[in-house]
């Protein structure tokens, strides 16, 4: 497209890593693996500390972040910070402005199983569906929850939604769960 910002071909990775640091807040690997594990977790993935640590060093060398040794807390050790540039901030606004959005992908342990049902015995199929509905509910809660500890802070506006978005699909899941356990009774006696 014609006035568009050449981007540079980054991994998703090195995104959303970059969208962490997009916050104006000085982080380190450990708090953008933390903060991963409890925004981006919820509705894409999170990548590994291995991964967070290689995307920051690769978007140090684009000039996109910067850092800085801290000073230890009461003998633990140094530890880098990192903070997003202009250069990073107009990046990720461009990619995330421009880029073409991915469908999603639906890579469904519990259904693969459900699938295979026929290979299983029927307990081991329940089994499955009713350990998937209550880590939908227990991950349900965890989306509430950091939805409602984001507050009204407007600058949190977008991943409050995005969480909210969260906890309704993981509903979702839960009910689908439930209901998929229902047909499996009802199949079972119609035999």
Known sequence: MPGLPELPALPATSW???????FGRELSGYDCKKWADRSLGLFYWSPSFSQIYSELRRLE?????????????????????YRITDAGLAAVRAWAGTAPVDP???????????????LLAPDRVREVLTGHRDRSET?????AADAAEAGADEAWAYPRLTLTWAERYYAAERDLAEAMLADI???????
């Open 139 to 143: 991950l349900r809660r965890r989306a």
């Open 185 to 191: 009774e009802r199949a079972e006696g119609e035999r």
């Open 16 to 22: 959303a890593v970059l969208g962490l640091l997009s």
């Open 104 to 118: 999603p992908v639906l890579k469904h342990g519990p259904l693969l199983r459900l699938w295979l049902g026929h």
């Open 61 to 81: 060398a684009a000039g996109y972040a910067t850092s800085r040794l801290v000073a230890p807390e009461s003998g633990s050790r140094d530890k880098r910070n």
